[in-house]
């Protein structure tokens, strides 16, 4: 790993939040490459398939493969293996051998390419329609693939939810839906026999993570299914990542018991046995598809990653005794894994380490690093290493964060002085934040600011009781701890109480909303195509989120006057913080609409507010471009609102952005 040196002599006094700093918004940009959905190939099943994202090629994804000692482009431009059902998508190609079939997002069609011949051009399988895939596995006995397929009305106008099928793609690009009835599909699993298939469903208001059945069908010989049975899950069980064992037992992980611990469905197929239990997850909640995070070395020996206290593990487990054994290796986040032979590979990072893919192997236990999301990092004494956090928040609960204090060798603040916090409200709401280095909380932390980061009650990592404190109290439970933290932070003299500042994209963006509506904690805040009307949520969301407000706030008809209380929109004329806004206009699952209400309402009543339209973006940014112009744009309007001198000349260039409302 290269590493860039610091370039300064020695420390000059400066105030926080005005830092110089080498990392700039271009190097945030161009410096993260995602990386995702990792699968094993080739003859033997030890090359490894992942994808990167292009942020200079407005967010493509391309998929490479790691063969011996070298890498290569399975995908060039202009293919983009990427799915939109669920609009989240995940699981987007599968790998059969030297052959691989992907979802290419322009088209939604799937195609299939053979790697063997590096000219080969990628040949499309299904044909056109209004139809999407995701989630592949092989049926390698009847020359098919099986997925899962969303089909979207052809006239978009007519505003009809898509129908969701267990779906079969032939040879001849014909379909054949093998279940259906459900709202929701996923996870469909071939047996290694071929002669069952087990799949996950779930129906509305119920989101996965709330509540998801596992089915267990026999293949016939038509290649239709039989009967279908019902394994596990329920309305208040969630089951997950059913995988089947090389000896053709059934896994998968539910939590039961409060707790995603990992269970299997016995060998006579009529009980279902815990395999370790404990208080930590084997799961993480269903965004996406094709999570992985357990895999199998033999019919006896798991290889599994959990989060205990929300950092991760990494494990072999023996299903026979339950035995959990720790696999050495340097990573508190481990995001996937696949297990291949004599080896694991894994997504990780951790609080100096930024995500990558790396390869250990079994016998010793050696990292090799394959790819990384960040090749060049700062130089490690720039680097901001966050403490693990644990305070009181209201009604006796407590909350959980990671605190970045400021970090930059080379400035000093003046003495006395406390730098302003910026407290980040993740998205999902379901989900949670992790310690990985992250080029855009250091970003912050060089230039003077404390970066709060924090898992508030409804996150996931922490058990099901921990999520469901969010049950009918978002916008609530969110805000009070992120209150709470910044409070925390006051207190213990680590944060300047004048100058706090929330932000949050998403879900985070309506805790960041109702924190300066309802509250006076913060001073400042920022969305990111941010919730501020949950009625109109409603209204405009997508199939897969519709109902998520049943579970959130309340179901209809008794979440009305809980909407409008909680919506900021509805309550501007308590709204008195500046805000800045940044918004995909191409945003499915948070409208434009959303942030522009929110904007036109601050501009009228005097509210010092900026706003950042960006066309061509979905919701979460991918084109570096235009991460670079929502940083630069962030951190004009900080420091023009904090009174701050930009001392690196960032904001005092042309203005990234306009601010209405503001005194000369």
């Keep these: 790993m290269s590493t860039s040196a610091s370039t300064f002599d020695s420390p000059a006094i400066t105030a926080f939040g005005a830092w110089p700093s080498t990392i700039g918004a271009a190097q945030v940009a161009a410096g993260a490459t995602p990386l995702s959905q990792l699968m094993l190939g080739g003859a033997d099943g030890g090359d490894i398939f992942w994808l990167a994202g292009r942020a200079s090629e407005a967010g493509r994804n391309t998929l490479l493969r790691r063969r011996g000692g070298g890498v290569t482009e399975q995908t060039p431009a202009p293919l983009n293996v990427r799915s939109r ?34 000219e080969a051009a990628a040949v499309a399988l299904t044909l056109p329609g209004s139809q999407r895939h995701v989630d592949f596995r092989l049926d390698r006995q009847r020359q098919r693939l099986i997925g899962v397929r969303e089909l979207h009305d052809a006239d978009p106008a007519s505003h009809a939810q898509p129908a969701n099928t267990v779906c079969a793609i032939n040879a001849d690009g014909s379909e054949t839906v093998l279940a259906e009835g459900s709202d929701f599909y996923a996870a469909p699993r071939l047996s290694p026999d071929g002669r069952s298939l087990a799949w996950l469903s779930w129906d509305h208001p119920r989101m996965p993570w709330q509540g998801t059945e596992l089915w267990l069908a026999e293949v016939q010989a038509d290649g239709s299914l039989g009967t279908a049975r019902r394994i596990a899950g329920g309305p208040e069980e969630s089951v997950c990542q059913p995988e089947w064992s090389p ?161 930059n060798p080379a400035v000093q603040a003046p003495a006395g002085s406390k730098p302003p916090v910026i407290v980040i409200s993740h998205g999902g709401p379901t989900g949670m934040t992790v310690n990985t280095l992250k080029l855009a909380t250091q970003f912050w932390t060089s230039r003077g600011f404390g970066v709060l980061d924090v898992n508030y009650g409804g996150s996931s990592g922490f058990g099901r009781a921990y999520r469901d404190a969010l049950k009918g109290q978002w916008g609530i439970v969110d805000v ?33 909303l109702c924190a300066l509506t309802f509250h006076d904690v913060f001073k400042l805040g920022a969305s990111y195509y941010g919730v501020s009307d949950l009625k109109g949520l409603d209204l405009d969301s997508h199939k897969f989120e519709s109902h998520y407000n049943a579970y959130l706030i309340a179901p209809q008809p008794q979440a009305e006057a809980l909407y409008r209380a909680r919506s900021p929109i509805h309550h501007t004329d308590k709204l008195a913080r500046p805000m800045i806004f940044f918004q995909g206009l191409d945003d499915k699952v948070v409208p434009p609409p959303q942030s522009e209400a929110m904007v036109d309402a601050l501009k009228a009543r005097g509210v010092p507010v900026a706003y950042l339209p960006l066309e061509g973006e979905g919701h979460g940014f991918r084109k570096a471009e235009n991460i670079v112009r929502t940083l630069e744009a962030e951190l004009y309007f900080y420091q023009r609102m904090f009174g701050l001198h930009a001392a690196d000349g960032v904001a005092t260039s042309a203005a990234p952005v306009q601010i209405h409302n503001l005194a000369p």
């Design 85 to 118: 059902v669920h609009e989240y998508g995940g699981a987007a190609y599968v790998v059969d051998g030297d052959t691989i079939y992907f979802s290419h997002f322009a088209d939604n069609r799937v195609y299939r390419k053979d790697c063997q011949d590096g």
């Design 480 to 512: 009070e701890d992120c209150i709470a933290g910044a409070r925390a932070l006051v207190e213990r003299g680590l944060a300047d109480g004048e100058r706090l500042i929330i932000r949050g994209g998403s879900a985070g963006g309506l805790t960041t």
């Design 247 to 407: 000896d053709g037992l059934l896994y998968f992980v539910s939590d039961r018991s409060g707790w995603w611990n990992l269970y299997r469905l016995c060998a006579d197929r009529q009980r279902v046995e815990g395999i370790c239990p404990m208080e930590a997850e084997f799961a993480t909640p269903h965004w996406a598809f094709g999570a992985s995070m357990y895999g199998f070395r033999s019919a006896q020996e798991i290889v599994c990653t959990y989060i205990e206290q929300g950092v991760s593990r990494l494990a072999r487990l023996l299903p026979a005794s339950g035995k959990l054994e720790a696999i050495a290796n340097p990573y508190e986040e481990i995001r996937e894994l696949r297990v291949g032979p004599g080896f694991i590979a894994l997504l990780g990072g951790g609080p100096t380490i930024a995500l990558e893919l790396a390869r250990i192997e079994f016998n010793c236990e050696e990292v090799e690093v394959l790819a990384q999301s960040i090749a060049e990092l700062p130089a490690a004494d720039l680097l901001s290493v966050p403490d693990s956090i644990r305070y009181p928040s209201a009604n006796g609960r407590e909350a959980y964060a990671f605190f970045y204090p400021p970090r």
